[in-house]
């Protein structure tokens, strides 16, 4: 799916204006080499299969004075599997990631860490394709969470991992929030509702630092503003979101209890 032109051929394949030739080499710890070595036939140089004995991994790919360098398939002893780009025996360039348990991992690398663009796809149907920074989504991508219990979709920036700086989440019930994120958390957004009994509600201004704690805070559901207290009209429940609902004319509000409030 993906394509990097960001690490060239020519530095990827070993020069092949070097003479080699082939051998089969068996090493005292019972690790065995076969192929090409460098003209003064020490180093594996061109392409071969090196097996590491104690752990039953092996490499089988293209060398260059001893590194893994050029394209290569590598499989490690916990059934882990990477076939791709290689640079002075780093994952390096582009590559697939397939892990034992089925987890997918298609993009760009940058010394063994994934690192560019990437697609990333979980057995239970999560995907996530974009940019990454060291094995951690970061920059803009978007996510589909498939777990049947919470089905949704972001799209946006991230940092570390998380949902961080603006995006979009759409829920499995069609309620969609656009808005800034912090470390995984609404901050401040627009949020309409598709939620039965919340059909076409909308809020819009800030977001509690307890959401998920029992419910997300400063969800309304009627005209008008909070009062300067932070309390809705008709509810004494203290909400730490000060924004503004619009479609309604019920108020509803998920929070949690005033002591757990700072």
Known sequence: IYSSDSVSQSILSPRVNERKER?????????????????????????????????????????????????????YSNGDKYHGDWRDGYKHGYGVYVYAHGDVYEGDWQQ?????????????????????????????????????DERRDYEGSWRAGRQHGFGTMTYKSGTVYEG?????????????????????????????????????????????????QGFAPEVAVPVRALGRAEHGDQLAVDAVAPGQLA
């Open 23 to 75: 051998v089969r080499r068996e090493y005292p710890n019972g690790d065995i080499y076969e192929g090409e070595v460098a003209a003064d036939g020490r180093l594996p140089h061109g392409k071969g299969t090196y097996t590491f004995f104690q752990d039953g991994e092996s490499y089988d790919g293209q060398w260059s004075n001893g590194k893994f360098h050029g394209k290569g398939r590598y499989v």
């Open 112 to 148: 063994d860490y994934k690192h560019g663009r990437g697609r990333f796809e979980s057995t239970q149907g999560d995907v996530y394709e974009g940019d990454f920074v060291r094995d951690q989504r970061e920059g803009f991508g978007r996510r589909i969470y498939n777990a049947e």
């Open 180 to 228: 800034a994120w912090n470390a995984g958390r609404k901050l401040r957004g627009r949020q309409i509702f598709r939620d039965a009994g919340f059909e076409g509600d909308v809020y819009e201004g800030n977001w509690g630092e307890c959401e998920g704690c029992g419910g997300e805070l400063g969800r309304l559901a009627d005209r008008g503003e909070l009062d300067e």
